[in-house]
């Protein structure tokens, strides 16, 4: 798989808040005046929450994300390498918005609770991205690839069909057959590391250039993982969705 996408990932990885800085300078102050509606600019993108808000591509058939009482929605960023970044719904409670942090690596990226309005982890890693050239499943291969030779003829990939999840979610799991085999009165976790996990909210999502594999536990995130969004930077220096 070609993964050349992911050769700056290292050394742009340190910079998940570069861009323009929230400060007291009269460009920043005036810069936060130009959203009266919507508060300050998110300080990596320079977008106005509400403009960001519209940009969130929330995913068809997921459950939306509800907090718990006193706390609210919020848009916040997370900056990519390169032209790129993360936008997402993120839970606000408090003075503390979550903030996603980015890691890169050779192969895949990881994403972890830079900060958590609901006292998440920040040693959990809960997305990692694949890149997707030439397959587009060709990450959720490797992971059937991997397995030793008795498990790999039983493992395949399909839609997860999950209560709340989206519509395109998919998970590496154990075919029909395979299945019946196996206790069907407690939770199973099968086909690997990255496979079917019946007691945690795991699964894949093959979008915007990358296969994402989501692993949020049994826990509410404190983000909207159906909200998640990768935005690029134009040459006019304007933000969009990628496609």
């Known amino acids: 798989m070609k993964l050349a996408v992911w050769a700056a990932l290292g050394a742009l990885a340190v910079c998940v808040a570069c861009g323009p800085q929230a400060g007291t300078t009269d460009a920043t102050k005036a810069a936060e005046a130009s959203c009266p509606d919507d508060g300050p600019r998110l300080p990596g993108t320079g977008l106005c929450q509400r403009t960001a808000l519209l940009m969130l591509q929330h995913a068809e058939g997921a459950q939306s994300v509800e907090y718990p009482e006193g706390c609210s929605a919020s848009v916040n960023e997370t900056m990519l390498p390169g032209d790129e970044a993360l936008i997402y719904s993120a839970a606000k409670c408090g003075e503390v918005t979550t903030k996603l942090a980015y890691a890169g690596g050779a192969h895949s990226a990881s994403i972890s609770y830079e900060t958590s309005a609901m006292g998440h982890s920040t040693e959990d890693e809960i997305i990692r991205l694949f890149g997707v050239d030439p397959d587009p499943q060709g990450a959720l291969k490797e992971q059937i690839a991997a397995l030793p030779a008795a498990e790999r003829a039983t493992c395949e990939i399909r839609l997860a069909g999950g209560d709340g999840w989206p519509a395109d979610a998919l998970v590496i799991a154990p075919t029909a057959a395979a299945r019946a ?20 909210a795991r699964y894949w999502r093959i979008r915007q250039g990358y296969a994402w594999l989501f692993d949020l536990g049994q826990d509410v995130a404190g983000f909207d993982p159906a909200s998640v969004t990768v935005i690029t930077k134009g040459a006019d220096g304007s933000w969009s969705a990628r496609k």
């Open 181 to 200: 085999r196996m206790p069907k009165n407690e939770p199973i976790a099968a086909c690997g590391p990255l496979g079917l996990d019946e007691d945690s």
